[in-house]
């Protein structure tokens, strides 16, 4: 159920111990942190442990499923979704480094993992947030067919504070096998 997802250009896989150094690196970057609302500023290397084996103990449970995104074998961000505990639909989120921005990477990384999550935990609605500054995010989430549901504040913990957000979300038409 946990398989590797390749793209034309980049490797979507599980985290390896291994990656705890690169992925804390990338985390502290404040462009980053700041767009991302489950990221703390300052995250050690201890807390990406910690957080990245909860995470696997979810994968393993089925309530979450995510990946690492790599380019070339270097990891250069993060892919994943939660189930929602109430209603059984997954939230998608992502983030790349900054140094990968305004290639095409992010909508290639959601896109190939909103089709695992249609082929393989059979998901037939997702959810997304982005934060109403970050735009770049709503245009990937707008070319994966998902529309504007909501606007309201949401907590973004890099920035520790509310920020005006976006919640949208993606249905399965009932022909189109949900493909993206």
Request: charged share 25%.
């Amino acid at each position: 159920m946990f398989e590797d997802i390749s793209t034309p250009r980049l490797l979507l896989r599980s985290y390896h111990e291994d990656d705890a150094v690169r992925y804390t690196e990338l985390v502290n970057d404040p462009r980053v942190y700041r767009n991302v609302g489950r990221v703390r500023a300052g995250q050690t290397l201890d807390e990406t442990r910690r957080i990245q084996s909860e995470r696997a103990e979810k994968n393993r449970r089925g309530e979450s499923a995510g990946r690492v995104i790599t380019l070339s074998g270097e990891l250069v961000g993060l892919v994943g979704g939660g189930r929602n505990a109430e209603t059984g639909i997954f939230e998608i989120g992502y983030w790349l480094t900054p140094s990968v921005w305004g290639q095409g990477y992010a909508t290639e990384a959601a896109g190939a993992f909103k089709q695992h999550l249609v082929d393989r935990m059979g998901a037939r609605q997702l959810t997304a947030e982005y934060l109403a500054d970050n735009p770049a995010s709503g245009r990937v989430l707008g070319k994966l067919g998902f529309v504007e549901t909501a606007r309201g504040e949401h907590f973004c913990l890099g920035r520790d504070a509310m920020v005006p957000g976006i919640s949208m979300a993606w249905a399965a038409a009932q022909d189109d096998g949900g493909r993206p």
